[in-house]
């Protein structure tokens, strides 16, 4: 079974900080989603990353991709409030359109 | 461009009923999946296509029906509403890789049942 794991789900930050979250998953894949989701919003897509080594960066985010430790990574460089709302990572169970996702990280970041 | 709608954006429904949510894109994506989402447990695959007249189950088919007549639709019926469904539904569509810019969600449906 495939078990998409995010740590942490809270997370409460400091403006100016850096922080990663992490997102294990237990079955091949190359294909992993990273997505943001503000309250009461829809999901909007940041990163696609498609194979080992991948590493794609907007702003002050981060991503990369291992897939043969089966772990993805967001690095938050510099928090700035806007930055807070709920991160999810999501893989596309053997690389068939068939997507899961973590349970999200709720990022809070404080003035 | 209107993306991905879904409609509608509320719903209260009576345990026992029958609804259906619609989702209609307009990027001629080959792809298209309903999810559901609660709180904590991120958001779970119901049912997906990958073109018309293929579908297959998600994570959480049970108590759920799909369609998919046509590139652009991709109606969810609930057959008879528990207030076990009472959640978010998002309607997301894609290439058929989903390879050149992720996944595109709608707004969003939310659903109570009493």
């Known amino acids: 079974e495939l078990k998409v794991e995010q740590n942490p789900l809270f997370l409460s930050m400091q403006e100016g900080k850096n922080y990663t979250i992490y997102c294990n998953y237990s079955t091949t894949s190359d294909r992993l989603y990273w997505y943001r989701q503000d309250p009461g919003k829809s999901l909007e897509s940041l990163f696609v990353?498609?194979?080992?080594?991948a590493v794609k960066q907007e702003g002050r985010l981060m991503a990369s991709l291992d897939t043969k430790a089966r772990l993805s990574t967001l690095h938050i460089t510099a928090a700035v409030h806007d930055l807070s709302a709920t991160y999810f990572c999501?893989?596309?169970?053997?690389?068939?359109?068939?997507?899961?996702f973590g349970a999200g990280t709720r990022l809070t970041v404080k003035p | 461009n209107a993306g991905v709608t879904q409609t509608p954006k509320f719903q209260v429904l009576k345990t026992g009923q029958s609804m259906t949510l619609q989702c209609a894109q307009d990027?001629?994506?080959?792809?298209m999946s309903w999810y559901r989402q609660d709180p904590g447990m991120g958001l779970r695959l119901i049912h997906y296509?990958?073109?018309?007249?293929?579908?297959d189950q998600g994570e959480v088919p049970n108590g759920y029906n799909v369609s998919r007549s046509t590139t652009e639709d991709f109606p969810l019926r609930l057959l008879s509403a528990a207030p076990s469904q009472t959640s978010v539904y998002f309607c997301?569509?894609?290439?058929?890789?989903?390879?050149?810019?992720?996944?595109?969600f709608g707004s969003g449906t939310r659903l109570t049942v009493v």
């Open positions: 296509s990958v073109g018309a007249g293929i579908t």
């Open positions: 990027m001629n994506h080959e792809y």
């Open positions: 990353l498609l194979s080992n080594g």
């Open positions: 999501a893989v596309d169970l053997y690389n068939n359109n068939d997507m899961r």
């Open positions: 997301a569509s894609s290439t058929r890789t989903g390879r050149a810019g992720g996944y595109t």
